[in-house]
């Protein structure tokens, strides 16, 4: 029996792990420890952990290591924080593998104990570039430590081997996104009627999360001019989630709060997977700088405004309009308009067609984690095409 642990610490990762956690409790060759951090238990963002219970989740192992502040400061010490706390958590499991999505911080910190703990670490979503974040750095660091790859595209497996990692031990399984998109169930119309408080229901609805950009320039993280257009358009229903626990965060929800007593208006700390899917589901536009609208949304296809540089050096689809916050007024009546809204029915998902936590399960099911070694450095003149 392979004992595996999984790490996951917001709202985001969770759901897109929840599918691959759930397929390796029930097979019989794994026993699985779900440790659970971050935001997970912070009721300013939603005490999500409650999500996980409700998802079905077994072997919950909670580890505290979210300071109150999201400084630059605070980030850096919440990981340290974190390091230590995992060291703990992960010594008293005899793990055989601790699987890994991303490039957050406290996954950083995750796989950091992992890897002077001798424990193997199999990293989904690596050799992706995210240009406006700190997690580029992050995840490339974390595919440095990782014994096995499980990257959603081609282009990100050939970016691995750039960083020197070995072609056996990489497997393109496509984006777990796309997985829940294929097979999670919705929420039902009451737990949506739970969140979307419109007056008029009758309008478009834009779903709508803006992340603190922690790489690039200040101004990205003032979201007046966003707030602005929420503001005047009231011919559109927005539904808008709460930002992640970093750099600016803080301050985006106390903007986002300002708002929350209009009619076209819902704010929501966290809708949970499910929700978040069934509202994308039905929307008319995805609007912030979310990977989830460069990597779910064009199955839906849906249209994305996709602001700033957070997700910039991602792929992405036709359905992506790429926009400065000055630009959300011309990029969002683009969006909505039908010519667009027809060329978006024959996009592509560039991040794959779904099974990919059945991929997983069955990679993780043959290996034989006992007997994994450190691979030398993989050098080809065909890594650096």
């Known amino acids: 029996m392979k004992k595996i642990g999984i790490v996951t610490g917001t709202r985001a990762d969770f759901g897109l792990l929840c599918r691959t956690i759930l397929l390796l409790q029930s097979h019989g060759d794994f026993d699985t420890y779900t440790f659970a951090c971050g935001t997970h238990l912070s009721p300013e963002y939603g005490l999500t952990i409650d999500e996980l219970r409700d998802s079905g989740v077994e072997n919950i192992v909670t580890v505290e290591m979210l300071l109150s502040s999201a400084s630059k400061v605070g980030v850096a010490k919440s990981t340290g ?29 995750a796989a950091q104990a992992a890897l002077f703990l001798g424990v193997p670490i199999a990293h989904i979503h690596g050799g992706e570039v995210t240009e406006g974040a700190f997690d580029d750095a992050l995840r490339h660091s974390i595919s440095k430590m990782a014994d096995i790859h499980f990257p959603a595209a081609q ?6 081997m750039q960083l020197g990692e070995q072609p056996s031990r990489i497997f393109v399984v496509g984006a777990p996104g796309i997985d829940n998109i294929m097979s999670a169930p919705r929420a039902s119309q009451q737990q949506l009627d739970a969140v979307l408080t419109f007056t008029d229901h009758s309008a478009p609805l834009v779903l709508v999360t803006y992340h603190p950009v922690t790489r690039g320039t200040s101004a990205e993280n003032d979201i007046t001019a966003l707030v602005d257009v929420v503001k005047e358009r009231t011919d559109l229903n927005f ?27 819902s704010v929501c700390p966290s809708l949970g997977f499910k929700r978040y899917l069934s509202v994308m589901e039905r929307a008319a536009c995805v609007l912030g700088n979310s990977s989830s609208g460069v990597i779910e949304a064009p199955s839906f296809k849906v249209p994305t405004i996709n602001i700033g540089t957070r997700q910039q050096g991602r792929p992405k689809s036709c359905t992506v309009i790429d926009c400065q916050l000055s630009e959300v007024r011309n990029a969002l009546n683009k969006a909505l308009s039908p010519e667009f809204v027809m060329s978006c029915q024959s996009a592509e998902n560039p991040y794959g067609s779904g099974n990919t936590a059945k991929k997983i399960v069955s990679i993780l099911a043959d290996i034989d984690l006992q007997q994994l070694q450190p691979q030398p450095f993989y050098q080809s003149e065909n890594a650096y095409e």
């Open 155 to 160: 282009v990100f497996a050939r970016r691995l």
């Open 81 to 109: 924080l974190a390091t230590i706390s995992f060291a703990d958590a992960f010594s008293q499991h005899n793990l055989d593998c601790i699987l890994l999505l991303g490039d957050r911080f406290e996954t950083f910190a």
């Open 239 to 265: 539904m808008i989630t709460y930002p992640n626990a970093d750099g600016q965060g803080a301050e985006m929800i106390a903007q986002w709060q300002t708002l929350s007593a209009l009619p076209h208006v």
